[in-house]
């Protein structure tokens, strides 16, 4: 079995661990971790009791995967310090945002296969939509077994990494948007009346019903959202506010504005690292 190795071990090497270990797909003791703060190393093992090591480099030394789960200013120093030790049997599966593929191969060198990952925080209760991105000597079977640690805490698909602040854009940011909204909806059932205890019980259920009705119904999501709106009826006068706020718009204006400031970041890290 594939020995896996955490560097860093927060909450979404605490999701990734939540989620093989249980599905079989490795076991406690063929996994090692460090984290600069014990804490967070410690809660991590409570999860799987896993090896813990010394340094990032004895994670290097017993690993053929590397999850690299560090903050992204970190990265740079944790880089210098398996430099010289990476070698092309190990595959680095990054999930630090904004670090791009070709930094991570430059600092390592000797063609170390990188893999490239943007998560979210719903991976924290198996609900997860990542996408993956290959760098330059990473291989299709690399890619597969990446997808595979990663379908276990939700959905996950390959893209161009290109495309990454996109996704940061849209699934990344997305979830604090939908409770944003959430919060929203419940401020207005308590204009409208309700006790705020009554409107927050039947927003947040209001919500899981109609993700889950967008999961699992196979209806475009125009179908399902006019199943719910009568001509001349209650949902159609709300819609009428929606449409005179052009609320289409402002959304996809959030998600660019979202997808731009990634983008920046990006540069800026890599600028700093360089």
Wanted: net charge neutral.
């Amino acid at each position: 079995m594939l020995r896996i190795g955490f560097i860093g071990t927060g909450n979404v090497a605490s999701a990734i661990l939540g989620g093989i270990v249980p599905a079989g797909l490795a076991k406690a003791q063929n996994i090692w971790g460090f984290d600069k703060d014990p804490n967070r190393l410690n809660a991590a093992r409570e999860i799987a009791p896993f090896n813990s090591c010394r340094s990032n480099k004895e994670v290097l030394e017993k690993s053929d995967v590397v999850i690299l789960a560090v903050k992204p200013k970190d990265v740079p120093s944790v880089l210098e310090e398996l430099k010289g030790h990476a070698t092309p049997k190990h595959l680095f599966i990054s999930v630090c945002a904004g670090i791009k593929t070709s930094y991570i191969e430059e600092m390592l060198g000797d063609k170390v296969r990188v893999i490239r990952v943007m998560p979210n925080t719903p991976a924290l209760i198996k609900c997860g939509a990542s996408a993956l991105a290959k760098g330059a000597y990473a291989s299709e079977e690399d890619l597969g077994l990446a997808l595979t640690f990663f379908n276990v805490i939700g959905v996950a698909v390959e893209v161009d990494e290109k495309d990454l602040d996109a996704v940061t854009g849209l699934s990344g940011s997305g979830p604090a948007y939908i409770f944003y909204m959430t919060e929203c909806l419940v401020k207005a059932g308590v204009e409208v009346g309700l006790s705020p205890e009554v409107a927050e019980k039947l927003t947040k259920q209001m919500v899981l019903g109609a993700a889950r009705m967008m999961v699992e119904r196979k209806e475009p999501l125009k179908t399902l959202r006019e199943m719910v709106t009568t001509p001349g009826g209650t949902t159609a006068a709300g819609f009428s506010v929606m449409h005179a706020a052009n609320f289409e718009q402002l959304m996809i204006d959030t998600v660019r504005k979202a997808t731009e400031r990634s983008r920046e970041l990006g540069e800026i890290l890599t600028n700093e690292t360089n």
